[in-house]
């Protein structure tokens, strides 16, 4: 007599689906990345902001300052450059490789207009720190109130 191990009566077939409920059970309650607040992109990038301005910093190993360029058009910020390729030695071959090279890009938009003229960049040990100054056309302004 030929049996089938995963027949839709059998107890296998009800074990799986038990798995696979399981699994999804499992799976269901994760938060995706998005969700989660998390990006990937490189360079690695934190952002946060006060009334006077922004302040990024991102992480860039490995990275040449003059490789780097900074742009700011209005409430948008632009970091990209790029990271050269270690060279191996004759007769070297990666046993891993993570580290990724070549060009990159990142640019999102800040909560507020920003004073370009007034940007400053430092880079130290591998970090790169933007101080992005509010523009003072987008500053909040405080209204006196009259009484009579």
Same mark, same amino acid.
């Given at each position: 007599?030929?049996?089938?191990?995963?027949r839709?009566?059998?107890?296998?077939w009800?074990?799986?689906?038990r798995?696979r409920r399981?699994?999804?059970?499992?799976?269901?309650?994760?938060?995706?990345?998005?969700e989660?607040? @998390? !990006? !990937?992109g490189y360079?690695?990038?934190? @952002?946060?902001?006060?009334?006077?301005?922004?302040?990024?910093?991102?992480?860039?190993?490995?990275?040449?300052p003059?490789?780097? &360029?900074?742009?700011?058009?209005?409430d !948008?910020?632009t970091?990209?450059?790029?990271r050269?390729p270690?060279e191996?030695?004759e007769?070297?071959v990666?046993?891993?490789?993570?580290?990724g090279c070549?060009?990159? !890009?990142r640019?999102?938009?800040?909560?507020?207009?920003i004073?370009? &003229?007034?940007v400053?960049?430092v880079?130290?040990?591998?970090?790169?720190?933007?101080?992005?100054?509010?523009?003072?056309? &987008?500053?909040p302004?405080?209204?006196s109130?009259?009484?009579?």
């Amino acid at each position: 007599m030929l049996q089938y191990p995963f027949r839709r009566t059998g107890s296998s077939w009800l074990e799986m689906e038990r798995l696979r409920r399981e699994m999804n059970r499992l799976f269901s309650g994760m938060a995706s990345e998005a969700e989660a607040g @998390v !990006t !990937t992109g490189y360079p690695a990038m934190n @952002v946060w902001a006060n009334e006077d301005g922004a302040i990024v910093t991102a992480e860039l190993p490995g990275v040449a300052p003059e490789e780097m &360029d900074i742009s700011v058009v209005e409430d !948008t910020l632009t970091v990209s450059g790029s990271r050269e390729p270690v060279e191996l030695e004759e007769g070297e071959v990666y046993h891993r490789r993570e580290r990724g090279c070549g060009k990159f !890009t990142r640019s999102f938009r800040l909560p507020f207009q920003i004073a370009a &003229d007034q940007v400053e960049a430092v880079f130290k040990k591998g970090v790169l720190q933007i101080s992005l100054p509010r523009s003072e056309e &987008d500053k909040p302004k405080k209204i006196s109130v009259k009484s009579s």
